[in-house]
């Protein structure tokens, strides 16, 4: 059976990603922070658990050891804390960098064997902040545009290895942590009358798609980003529009 790795997998997009690729007939490794919504997660998908601070490289070290075969890595897991440029503190905007683009390096270098020796996939989960600057996200936005650079450059420097390195940028998804902003109805309803196609993104949205860049049929596919945001990073004369109506 082929084996994918799933950071950040304890709740939210990794769980679903984590459910997806079990549908898809993949033992996954559910890897979170948090051991408990890790083991929860496994127990929900028949796989198996491991807590990881993904940002310290002695701690990924372990992890790949445990690791004998691995044909998908997906780097989920990721911090969005509130600051403005203006106020964000070093260390917390340090900390960001450190799990959103640190992490799914460490665990790139540290799995590439395994994923060479099955000519494997790497997603990485960036955002549509990466190409639209958001204010008020701190390290956020620099984080997952730090993301999709990192993407394209292994999809060139490890491109002999045989492995595939895609991203997939969501917007606004439904999960545990946009629940203060999908808490009031008619802001809701003000978000989603903006999306081209009318609704925020469910997880599965997004896994469905990281299920096609992992698969066979993205054999020839590498370097990629896409935005699955139902054209919400497109629509800037919509948002000018309901600006005029105020």
């Not at 890897?31 to 919504?37: C, G, K």
């Not at 590439?112 to 990466?130: D, E, H, K, R």
């Given at each position: 059976?082929?084996?994918?790795?799933?950071?950040?997998?304890?709740?939210?997009?990794?769980?679903?990603?984590?459910?997806?690729?079990?549908?898809?007939?993949?033992?996954?490794?559910?890897?979170?922070?948090?051991?408990?919504?890790?083991?929860?997660?496994?127990?929900?998908v028949?796989?198996?658990?491991?807590?990881?601070?993904?940002?310290?490289?002695?701690?990924?070290?372990?992890?790949?050891?445990?690791?004998?075969?691995?044909?998908?890595?997906?780097?989920?897991?990721?911090?969005?804390?509130?600051?403005s440029?203006?106020?964000?503190?070093?260390?917390?905007?340090?900390?960001?960098?450190?799990?959103?683009?640190?992490?799914?390096?460490?665990?790139?270098?540290?799995?590439?064997?395994?994923?060479?020796?099955?000519?494997?996939?790497?997603?990485?989960?960036?955002?549509?902040?990466?190409?639209?600057?958001?204010?008020?996200?701190?390290?956020?936005?620099?984080?997952?545009?730090?993301?999709?650079?990192?993407?394209?450059?292994?999809?060139?420097?490890?491109?002999?290895?045989?492995?595939?390195?895609?991203?997939?940028?969501p917007?606004?998804?439904?999960?545990?942590?946009?629940?203060?902003?999908?808490?009031?109805?008619?802001?809701?309803?003000?978000?989603?009358?903006?999306?081209?196609?009318?609704?925020?993104?469910?997880p599965?949205?997004?896994?469905?798609?990281?299920?096609?860049?992992?698969?066979?049929?993205?054999r020839?596919?590498?370097?990629?980003?896409?935005?699955v945001?139902?054209?919400?990073?497109?629509?800037?004369?919509?948002?000018?529009?309901?600006?005029?109506?105020?």
């Amino acid at each position: 059976m082929s084996t994918a790795l799933v950071t950040g997998a304890g709740q939210g997009i990794g769980r679903a990603i984590a459910r997806r690729l079990t549908e898809d007939g993949y033992s996954v490794i559910v890897v979170d922070l948090d051991a408990e919504t890790a083991k929860a997660t496994a127990a929900d998908v028949g796989g198996r658990a491991a807590a990881c601070d993904i940002s310290d490289p002695d701690a990924v070290h372990e992890l790949a050891a445990t690791v004998d075969e691995l044909d998908v890595l997906v780097n989920n897991a990721g911090i969005f804390p509130a600051a403005s440029l203006a106020d964000v503190d070093i260390a917390q905007f340090r900390r960001v960098m450190d799990v959103n683009v640190v992490g799914p390096l460490l665990l790139t270098q540290q799995l590439l064997p395994q994923l060479t020796a099955s000519g494997g996939s790497v997603v990485n989960i960036a955002s549509m902040a990466a190409k639209v600057p958001t204010p008020g996200t701190g390290a956020y936005s620099p984080s997952k545009a730090a993301v999709v650079s990192l993407t394209k450059l292994c999809a060139v420097e490890f491109a002999q290895s045989g492995v595939r390195f895609n991203a997939v940028a969501p917007g606004g998804v439904a999960t545990e942590g946009a629940a203060a902003a999908t808490a009031d109805p008619a802001r809701e309803e003000r978000f989603n009358a903006l999306v081209p196609l009318g609704r925020r993104a469910a997880p599965e949205d997004i896994a469905d798609v990281v299920s096609f860049f992992a698969s066979k049929d993205a054999r020839y596919v590498t370097g990629q980003v896409l935005y699955v945001d139902g054209g919400l990073s497109e629509a800037t004369v919509r948002f000018l529009q309901a600006a005029q109506r105020g």
